[in-house]
């Protein structure tokens, strides 16, 4: 079934030749348009989470050329459900356990079609006044939920790969490297800067590094303990290590809520060395920012207050949809004076003594995200985010509580969050194939298209991974997942040679 919605549409509706749709064209799409997205939600779960595509498929069915001629919008909507929706993968489904699910949900699709109907750029008060102030609000609110003090003052980015550029930036600033005048090349007199994360963090550093022309082989990879957490100890060997080699200790990622496990590093130990050394702390939130939102869990997240920047994701576990990312620093000024830079054309723009939004990165033209978050924020309330988080972490409790009692499979890491690792380790088999059979078995679920689920490496073993993080997901679906793993060993065992082939998207980091 790949049409969510009425085909009974206006015969050969299409644009003109000059200008947009009429408006009672525009108002009778807009409804069938409503129509389709909400049929799409309510199928949702006859759907097959992964579609059975190869690579080029979809391409090949799409035109090669740009259309010449307008096209009814009846034949566009058609190709919609005929050729791309087969195409999709649904990560909206309860049932999609990979990664950190992003979640759709209605409040933040109404935020989305008044964000698309107003495209606003919120790049100066001036240019969107109540975009801006509306930036600053829901900052100023995730920022109170996940338990950040005052000083800190956040910017809506896309996404947390971009916040760490820009706040690895501003760390290089203090340093005193005077890179926004000087720049990089042909320079002698910078020493090599070092940024150090436990071996669990996320790639995004290594990508800020390279950008950044810090250099890939000069991000630290720090060990971990039994929990994954970064171990503080080997932190300061590896920094006095570098002192010793001439290198700057520049910063420190720690995170809290790693990719993997959803491990908290030891934030106030890893603040104390830092403070030490005049590094820069930049705790990445992106996924456990959200467990600020639980009084009795918010302690775990100890520390994050002593950061210079922190960056939380309510893209990836405070119901936003994609794309929104919050990086706050103790001290915006830092990051506006590195990045402000206001040319001729936006000076009488720039000028309301109010925040200009563009003043705090390298991008000018800013989507009013701030909108879907507000009106998710408000449909839910605190208490709602608040407990739709809390029962997430009740599923995965509960998933380990599964595990656990199974003779043949081993809980991998603990579960801090909404997130479990697990594996299949069968007596009597060699760890080498145990590998193999775990990756057969994530194939074999995903192949399914009733669940979807991603491995990760730990400690050099595959570990099958499961992520809860769409509010529609219930134990039901996560008791479905684990079923079809168990069915999915079962079969692995029997015939460790034959792999289901696998449908969906390789599974990798999230
Ligand atoms: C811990 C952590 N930090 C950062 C990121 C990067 O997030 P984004 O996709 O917003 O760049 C991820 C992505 O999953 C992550 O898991």
Redesign the pocket.
Known sequence: MDDPGDRTRTPMAAAPALGDLPSDVLRAELHRMADWAARYRESIEERLISPAVAPGEIRSALGASPPEEPEPLERIVADLDRVVMPGIVHWGHPAFLG??GSTSNGPALLGEIAAAALNVSAMTWKTSPAATELETVVLEWIRQMVGLPAPFQGVVYD????AVVHALAVARERAGASVRQRGVAGRGDLPVCRVYASDQA?S?LEKAMILLGLGESNAVRVVTDAAFRMDAGALRSAIDADLREGMKPLAVVA?A???STASIDPVSEIAAVCRLHGAWLHV?A??GGALGLLPERRGALAGIELADSVVV?P??WLFVPL?F?ALYMRRPEALRALFSLVPEYLRGDSDSGSIDYMDYGIQLGRRFRALKAWMVFRAFGRSGLAARIREQCRLAEWLAAQVETEPEFALCAPVTMAVVCFRYEPPGTEESARDGMNEAIVAAVNATGRAYLTHTRLRGRVVLRVGIGNLQTTEEHVARAWDLVRTAAADVRIEPAVRTPERGPRAR??
């Open positions: 990664y950190f996404t947390a790969s971009v996320h995004s995170t809520g790693t990719t990445d992106a996924y994701n893209h990836k794309d990312s980091d999230a």
